[in-house]
């Protein structure tokens, strides 16, 4: 038995202390959970099973945990097993199966955490998606980082994720894009509501440069050109963009494609079979009231136009149509209004809203230097852009920063904050702490100590040792916990308030290597099993943050 199948190891003991008493073995729940008591001196884990099952099988929880308790406190590795209150099992491990941990993870190294809590599901995650009209800015770079996040948290889960980018590049605002590239290049004033910062100055001018014979002609005659050229030098600003803040989609689907390929007219067709398409007025309709929407949606007009609604029907099935179980967006805040129709689109298509489609709403950001809202981009006009936030912090500190919280809170990041050498600021204390793990090991390889192949778990027994093994050995639950809930953030919180701070606490009370002419003891070997753990711990939770794990700082 070790620590991470400890839950298996109490289920076991269940089903043997039912078969004994000749109790309903079908009541047995098929997984189980332990977790670890806030006050340590209430043992090392604890489990509820008792209190879960005694009245389904007609056995007082106390009395059922007294024979659980039995039973558990003979499986190998258990020291022993406590009652709490109405039927708590608390258990105490001996020191070698807790010290095991560190084994395992070495072993596992960049697989330590990854697990298969969300096996055989295929996932579409569509995050950022903004108009090919201008550079990504502050609120899609939250978006970036929290979406790229989340989808190497749900393929550690063992889900199989496509990542997508929807480009918006059908209807009005791509005509504006034109038409305010267009009066650049001619000097003219920009429309009233064309889009303004020196990046259309920029754009025009790289257009105009390649084909100076632009210039002067005709608005019919140029303006798709203008378009065309336009878009597709934007669309490369954004990849670029993304890939240096480490961002990379699987897909980029365009939204003409919905329009021109007869997408919209299959998806109506699709619904139709379900019964919810309905016209009026000589307009087509799609009756998302009948599943909670707050009004009907029009998907052509009464003029034959196709809406935006009709792209967003067609974008659903097509994704499901690609074999993708559940389809998850990411959307900023102006976009609460998505979640109904979108959820009427899935329920209109003969899908289960509550399982086949997820939309995740985030707030918005607000970057301030020493308190101070920093001044709007010169480049952009009105917004800061993701390169001009990668220029001031990084991409470390700008991934880290907005991954780490709660998408359901406003967030403001200062760039003074997020850029100082100090215990204060979160992403220098977790990549210190590898880093600090580096060094040390740099210092036992000019020693010539080596960990060897094998150590004694038992002599991890400091209380220092088994805070830190048990906080390693829960890595893969806060992955699987992070996954499910869609929370990649926890990830963070672990690896602070957890990890990094347990570390610490660790390297302060145990000494690791000798100084100077001191001998090696007993204890350096297993304490570095101990710290590769750790090290290892760090990266991988680093890398689910898509944060580097330095070995300088």
């Not at 606490?505 to 100084?515: H, N, Q, W």
Request: glycine share 8%; net charge negative.
């Amino acid at each position: 038995m070790t620590p991470a199948n400890l839950a298996d190891t109490v289920l076991s003991a269940a089903r043997a202390v039912f078969e004994t008493r000749g109790l309903d073995v079908t009541l047995l729940p098929a997984t189980t959970t332990v977790e670890r008591p806030r006050n340590p001196e209430h043992g090392d884990y604890a489990s509820n099973l008792a209190l879960q099952l005694g009245k389904k099988a007609g056995v007082a929880p106390r009395e059922l945990a007294a024979a659980l308790a039995e039973e558990l406190g003979s499986r190998d590795g258990v020291k022993s097993v406590e009652i709490a209150g109405p039927g708590f099992l608390n258990i105490r491990l001996d020191a070698a199966t807790t010290g095991a941990i560190a084994r395992l993870v070495v072993e596992a190294g960049p697989a330590y955490g990854r697990n298969t809590a969300l096996a055989g599901q295929k996932v579409n995650l569509e995050f950022v998606s903004a108009n090919p009209t201008g550079p990504i800015h502050l609120g899609h770079t939250r978006w970036a980082a929290v979406g790229d996040s989340l989808r190497r948290v749900l393929s550690a889960a063992g889900a199989e994720v496509t990542s997508e980018y929807y480009i918006n590049d059908a209807g009005a605002q791509v005509d504006r894009f034109a038409r305010s590239l267009f009066a650049a290049a001619n000097g003219e004033p920009t429309p009233e509501d064309g889009y303004v910062g020196d990046y259309i100055t920029e754009i025009a001018k790289v257009i105009t440069d390649a084909d100076p014979g632009l210039v002067g002609q005709p608005a019919e005659t140029a303006l798709p050109i203008f378009l065309a050229r336009g878009y597709e030098l934007m669309l490369k600003e954004i990849r670029e963009s993304l890939e240096r803040f480490g961002v990379h989609f699987d897909v980029w689907f365009s939204e003409q494609t919905l329009h021109g390929g007869g997408a919209v007219e299959h998806a109506i067709e699709e619904l139709r079979k379900q019964g919810h398409i309905f016209e009026d007025g000589g307009a087509i309709w799609l009756r998302t009231t009948d599943f909670t929407d707050d009004k009907d949606r029009v998907l052509i007009r009464s003029n034959g136009e196709k809406t935006y609604f009709a792209a967003d029907a067609a974008y659903y099935i097509n994704k499901r149509e690609r074999g993708f179980d559940r389809c998850i967006y990411l959307l900023g805040a102006d976009h609460h209004g998505y979640i109904g129709r979108l959820k009427a689109i899935a329920a209109c298509a003969g899908d289960d809203p509550q399982q086949n489609i997820e939309i995740l709403i985030g707030q918005l950001v607000n970057l301030v230097r020493a308190g101070q809202p920093v001044r709007l981009s010169k480049r952009a006009g009105n917004i800061i852009t993701l390169d001009e936030l990668l220029e001031a912090v990084g991409a470390d500190a700008a991934r880290y920063s907005l991954a780490r919280s709660s998408t359901d809170s406003m967030l403001t990041l200062d760039i003074e904050e997020i850029t100082k050498n100090s215990s204060d600021n979160p992403v220098f204390y977790v990549q210190y702490a590898h880093a600090r793990i580096c060094s040390l090991l740099r210092n036992a390889e000019e020693k010539k100590i080596s960990r060897g192949d094998d150590y004694d778990p038992a002599l991890l027994s400091h209380e220092r040792e088994k805070d830190l093994l048990k906080t390693l050995n829960q890595f893969p639950e806060v992955v699987a916990t992070a996954a499910e809930l869609r929370e990649p953030h926890r990830i963070a919180v672990y690896l602070e308030e957890r990890v990094a701070t347990d570390y610490h606490r660790f390297y302060d009370a145990c000494k690791v290597l000798p100084k100077g002419d001191e001998p090696v003891t007993e204890f350096t070997q297993p304490r570095l099993w101990l710290v590769e753990a750790t090290r290892t711990v760090l990266a991988n939770g680093l890398d689910l943050l898509g944060v580097s794990a330095p070995e300088r700082m």
